[in-house]
């Protein structure tokens, strides 16, 4: 079996759109969330999220092709040219039949969707643009990253909500291991701030109604009453490490576990005490071939909902027994808001640079401890530590759960 390592990272983000704008603005504990500026938001209940700013789609594709991109779609080719140039790959001297794309995203191209049928609705189905479906299915992003780069290998998309990208990646780790590739594009993207999105989440009363938004997304405190949503998108290169040695590449870490499981329970609920969360964490250090006690830090999934935070405490706590309370674990969607499929993907870069770089992010806006969240949460100040074994999770509606691990090369 082929070992795999990190040899690239890009992303699109409400932090910022480069790696460095990114990293620098968690460890600083900055918010990228803020009132949403793309619609009126006067009739909703919640009024703000983390909508990527200064996003220039041209600068990253041909204007032509762009214009014929969703926004999600948009977004992933930006941060997969991104993650190419970081991995100083030469195109022309690998083999593209081995290099494929593993993507997620959760909800598609709902933009398009809203714009092309509000058009139906007033002009007639005659003035329905041809490019509306491939504009709009889920798939896409996978196809036009392909597409731009002349990427022929493998190519999927998985659409599994919240643990879309991290079962992405997960994937195409073990599509690399097994030796079915040589390198993958893999990550997330997801672009639904939209009107009827946050409707349909509002009317779930899943979404923070804090009027702060700064202060709005505030995992595993007491006072948190709802996710914040995000949007944006991260890709990552994962290579077999005999290729990226043989062409003598940076590597920010290496992938060594995958564990995914579902709760069968809900359709959005999260099973009792986080059950299928522990099993995806038991899965993925099983694969990794680690014990419990050797996990320096977890990336939480995190999302600053009631029932999310208190479960994947007790998950946590069920799989590492006594060594919870000495992990540090903290969830950058206090920051970077959630970005649903795309989660993972941002959560996954974050894991990777706290590893190369030594400091982890913290949890900002934690303020009131919760008695039922006691594990150290990295509150509102970045710490340095080495880090050599951490592990990023994600669950999604539908029970789906995504754990990957990394560890220090």
């Known amino acids: 079996m082929n070992r795999v390592v990190v040899t690239g990272v890009g992303v699109i983000t409400p932090l910022g759109n480069t790696v460095e704008k990114f990293w620098n603005s968690l460890i600083n504990g900055e918010s990228g969330i803020d009132t949403v500026t793309k619609f009126d938001v006067s009739e909703f209940p919640t009024k703000v999220a983390a909508e990527v700013k200064d996003f220039e789609p041209t600068l990253y594709i041909d204007k032509k092709e762009a214009r014929r991109m969703d926004r999600f779609i948009q977004f ?26 593993i993507y997620g995203t959760g909800i598609g191209g709902i933009e398009t969707f809203e714009n092309q049928l509000k058009i139906m609705h007033e002009k007639g189905p005659g003035k329905v643009s041809p490019f509306f479906i491939p504009m709009m299915i889920a798939n896409m992003a996978a196809g036009q990253i392909a597409i731009t780069f002349g990427l022929k290998g493998i190519n999927e998309t998985i659409v599994n909500a919240c643990a879309s990208s991290t079962n992405a990646i997960g994937e195409a780790f073990k599509a690399i291991q097994r030796g079915d590739a040589d390198l993958i594009v893999t990550g997330g993207t997801e672009a639904a701030i939209t009107p009827m999105s946050f409707a349909g989440f509002c009317a779930m009363k899943a979404m923070s109604t804090n009027e702060d938004p700064k202060k709005a997304s505030r995992p595993f405190d007491l006072n948190r009453d709802g996710f914040v949503m995000g949007e944006g998108s991260a890709s990552l290169i994962l290579e077999s490490l005999e290729h990226a040695q043989k062409r003598g590449a ?35 250090l099983k694969d990794g071939k680690v014990s419990f006690d050797m996990i320096d830090y977890i990336n939480a999934h995190g999302t600053s909902t009631e029932y999310n935070d208190k479960f994947e405490t007790m998950a946590i706590k069920k799989v590492f027994k006594d060594h919870a309370y000495k992990l540090y674990v903290s969830s950058i969607k206090s920051m970077v808001g959630h970005l649903l499929g795309a989660a993972g993907a941002v959560e996954a870069v974050a894991t990777v640079l706290t590893i190369k770089n030594g400091i982890i992010p913290p949890t900002i806006n934690y303020e009131t401890p919760d008695p039922e969240c006691d594990l150290n949460y990295v509150p509102n100040k970045a710490i340095e530590k080495e880090v050599n074994y951490a592990i990023s999770n994600s669950f999604g509606f539908g029970g789906h759960n995504g754990t990957l691990l990394f560890k220090k090369f």
Do not use: C, W
């Open 250 to 284: 940076k590597i920010y870490a290496e992938i060594i576990g995958y564990g995914a499981t579902d709760d069968a329970y809900h359709i959005t609920a999260p099973a009792p005490e986080g059950e299928g969360a522990a099993r995806a964490m038991e899965a993925a």
């Open 76 to 101: 992933a080719v930006a941060s997969a040219k991104l993650a190419l140039e970081d991995s100083q790959i030469d195109l022309s001297k690998v083999d593209l039949n081995r290099f494929g794309v």
